[in-house]
């Protein structure tokens, strides 16, 4: 029930980039209700004229040339679907492709970088893009990212290879914060004691303290704790499994490739179309990094 779009990134000319848009937008429209999830491929730095005094509509040019018209149309036909057909949209930014010649000429140069980087010099390595996309669907990734280098590709920086797994671990939820702890066990516990002490009432009742604008119910985790926000109003009776308008999940880890351990916080439980609670998600990190660094673990 995915779909993988994946246009000639390598290709600026306003006609063909307009054809693919006509596409795309035939193939969103024939497309069975099943789908649920569609990805595509596009260009870093694509949105980065959007907002503020747009230049291009000035001169009465529009979008639809662009890789931003191209991921325009994929967000206008997520906002068209109901709650009971949700449609999922993940966008894959990159450099200019780079020659698979020079993709073979090492390794591990690749970098992820968040979604509205505007590292529009950069060149990504096509081998690189295409095992980006597979490893976006592998690991269930859902929010935006770049991807830039590749092996031996232009503008790549010399670091260590990371797993795949590594580095789009930000990116699923998306992660919110991390920080290096000693022992993974004794933060999990740390965090669920903290999580009990001041969020512990049932239905998050008294959970609306240090700036949180929605109450929050608890759950703990083998690795720590999972936060879901419970709006004012929800029925007295829903389940916590149940809840969809947003959490916030603190995991203590041991990283698979071998690193320090770590904690982290993610966002979780969002359901289709509800607004992110940034400003309550905000509050709850700040108090819980407060109280952390005041343990000194």
């Given at each position: 029930?995915?779909?993988?779009?994946?246009p000639?990134v390598?290709?600026?000319?306003?006609?063909?980039?307009?054809?693919q848009r006509e596409?795309?937008?035939?193939?969103?429209?024939?497309?069975?209700a099943?789908?649920?999830?569609?990805?595509?491929?596009?260009r870093?730095?694509?949105?980065?004229?959007?907002?503020?005094?747009?230049m291009r509509?000035f001169?009465?040019?529009?979008?639809?040339g662009t890789?931003?018209g191209?991921?325009?149309?994929?967000?206008?036909a997520?906002?068209?679907?109901?709650?009971?057909?949700?449609?999922?949209?993940?966008?894959?930014?990159?450099g200019?492709?780079?020659?698979?010649e020079?993709?073979e000429a090492g390794?591990?140069?690749?970098r992820?970088?968040?979604g509205d980087?505007?590292?529009?010099?950069s060149t990504?390595?096509?081998a690189?893009?295409?095992e980006a996309?597979?490893?976006?669907?592998?690991?269930?990734v859902?929010?935006?990212?770049?991807?830039?280098g590749?092996?031996?590709?232009?503008?790549a920086?010399?670091l260590?290879?990371?797993?795949?797994?590594?580095?789009?671990?930000p990116?699923?939820g998306?992660?919110l914060?991390?920080?290096e702890?000693?022992?993974?066990?004794?933060?999990a516990?740390f965090?669920?004691?903290?999580?009990?002490?001041?969020?512990?009432s049932v239905?998050?009742k008294d959970?609306m303290r240090?700036g949180?604008?929605?109450?929050?119910?608890?759950?703990k985790?083998?690795?720590?704790?999972?936060?879901?926000?419970?709006?004012?109003g929800?029925?007295?009776?829903r389940?916590?499994?149940?809840?969809?308008?947003?959490?916030?999940?603190?995991?203590?880890?041991e990283?698979?490739h071998?690193?320090?351990p770590?904690?982290r916080?993610?966002?979780?439980?969002y359901?289709?179309?509800?607004?992110?609670k940034?400003?309550?998600?905000?509050?709850l990190?700040q108090?819980?990094?407060?109280?952390w660094?005041?343990?000194g673990?």
């Amino acid at each position: 029930r995915t779909a993988v779009v994946c246009p000639d990134v390598g290709d600026d000319d306003r006609r063909s980039i307009m054809a693919q848009r006509e596409g795309l937008k035939a193939v969103l429209m024939s497309c069975p209700a099943p789908l649920n999830k569609v990805l595509l491929l596009s260009r870093i730095g694509a949105q980065a004229g959007k907002g503020g005094i747009s230049m291009r509509s000035f001169f009465g040019l529009s979008t639809a040339g662009t890789f931003a018209g191209l991921e325009d149309v994929l967000t206008s036909a997520t906002r068209r679907r109901s709650g009971n057909q949700p449609l999922q949209a993940l966008v894959v930014r990159v450099g200019a492709p780079s020659s698979d010649e020079v993709a073979e000429a090492g390794a591990g140069a690749a970098r992820c970088l968040p979604g509205d980087e505007d590292d529009s010099g950069s060149t990504t390595a096509r081998a690189t893009a295409a095992e980006a996309l597979l490893q976006a669907l592998l690991q269930d990734v859902n929010t935006n990212f770049c991807v830039v280098g590749g092996p031996g590709a232009a503008g790549a920086v010399s670091l260590p290879p990371l797993p795949w797994q590594e580095m789009l671990l930000p990116y699923v939820g998306p992660e919110l914060w991390r920080t290096e702890v000693r022992d993974s066990r004794r933060a999990a516990i740390f965090a669920q004691q903290w999580a009990n002490e001041w969020f512990g009432s049932v239905e998050g009742k008294d959970s609306m303290r240090f700036g949180l604008k929605t109450p929050v119910q608890l759950q703990k985790t083998p690795t720590g704790v999972i936060f879901k926000f419970r709006p004012l109003g929800t029925l007295p009776g829903r389940e916590f499994q149940d809840l969809q308008d947003g959490g916030v999940e603190l995991v203590a880890e041991e990283p698979s490739h071998g690193g320090k351990p770590r904690l982290r916080a993610k966002r979780c439980a969002y359901g289709f179309k509800t607004v992110v609670k940034e400003n309550s998600e905000r509050a709850l990190i700040q108090k819980f990094k407060d109280d952390w660094y005041a343990a000194g673990l």
